[in-house]
């Protein structure tokens, strides 16, 4: 890898900020969101007819969904939304914490700093609840901030941020039944329905543990430690990684699970009267489930297993149930429970359940922490960079080949997304029955806000690894392709492109794979390979 500046590149007749692609050639995928495409977007080129097209209609359908859900508030700051259309169930200005940390690792790309600046404040000192559901707020605004390397939107914050997590603690910890961890209703796990219920669950856990480890970052970030108590704060965060590594790891099915457990106030006691936990009889209390779920894998989202572990074969066993039929593998997208398990799809007349359909949400959380497995543990040998490439495609189609009634997507196949779909036979199944019973809300999810997509092609598949200190690319892209590209990237206040070129006659600019800053070349290497590229070059 070279790490000085080799060479200045000529624009050409590309707008400004583009080094390699050529905007214009996806003006109509972004529709009438272009003008302001061009200002704020990456963009994303791979040749057509090789597998990803579906990618690339997913990619920029994305964009022009995730805008809709930029709103300007009548107190002149903005805010993103999930639904479009206001639901009763939301907090100010429609906004629900649930999928807030998708919103901000989503947004962290876009030029225009000011929205997600803006919503992150949002949270925490102008209006926002970020407790009414499991969030990871503190969390993605940090990875947010090794993106922008802009740490003013933390002015004045570090004392809320660490209120926050204390209210995690005060809310939702328990020493009871000779544990100590953090107990979540399924429901405010963003979950409802789910097979394994209520109690101490590694969501939960494993999001405190992310917090107020953030929080204690963006406070030494700052300058700004003497303001927050952090021993309070270290124990709270070792107490729940304790409570993932220890407590919720179910060994006879190897994977991370639920403990049901009454709620630390004695308030809930979870149940399971329409289909109890094995089938026969509820799940016995303070004691890991032993049903593998989706939820399982968050875990690894966080990076809170060892890199190294005596339980790597095991970590890769829980891994292949990815592609079991028997497991979660599915046609449209991986199943939030396993196929096998008696009480999996049980019926319930709330159709947003958590007992097997296939769900972005989850689906995101998944796929970031696949690329998280292939680059960060090798070790335990997870999945494939195709079988991760499989999984990609197979989200990506989630957005183009699948049915909804009164389909938003014109043409159809041109984009969308809406809530849950039906693993197998890939229909929106909670837009079905809003339709068959003829809701005054049967719309409610159109464009529905609650995964990340293009994050995961930005910092996954073409391999963006933000750092505080200088930048990882890591594409996951197969070598075969004969080219593939990344422009007008806002990174650290620099515009970073990258490209792989196998002939030289796609972006003319030679052959092999590249990296810019600015229109500089600060890499360039004959193969697709890892590289490092310095902070010095963001200085």
Known sequence: MMTAILACVVLGSLPEGFFVIDPSEYAANLRNDYDWGIQNLPFIDIPEGVGYDDTITAYYYRWRSYRTHINLTPENFYVVTEF????????????????????????????????IDDYIRFWFLWGGDPRKYTSWITHSAYERYKVTGNSSVFSNLTVSLSENVLGW?????????????????DGADAMEVSISGSGCRPTINSVVAKEAEATMKIAELMNATGTIPVSNLTKIRD??????LNQQWNPSIKSFAVMPMGSPQGTYQPSNAVCPGNGTSSWPMNQTVSVRELLGFVPFYFSIPEYTSSRNSDYKTMWRQLFDDNGFNSLYGPRTAELRHPCYNYSWSHRDCWNGPTWPYETARLLTAAAIMIRDYPAVEALTVDEYNSLVKQYSTLHTATYAINDTAHPIGSGHVFELVHPDLGYWIDRQGLYYYNSTIKDVGDDYNHSTFTDIIISGLFGLVPMISGLVVDPLLPDWLSYFALDHVLYKGKIVS???DKTGDRYNKGSGFTVMVNGQVVSHTATVQKVVIPGNVFN
């Open 498 to 500: 990258i490209f792989f």
């Open 84 to 115: 479009g259309p206001p639901v009763p169930w939301a907090g100010k200005y429609n906004t629900i914490p649930a999928a807030a940390g998708h919103h901000i690792l989503e947004g962290r790309w876009i030029h225009n700093q000011q929205y």
């Open 239 to 244: 107490n729940a990684v304790n409570a993932v």
């Open 169 to 185: 603690e005060r809310e939702h910890f328990g020493s009871y039944g000779g544990r100590n961890c953090f107990w979540q209703n």
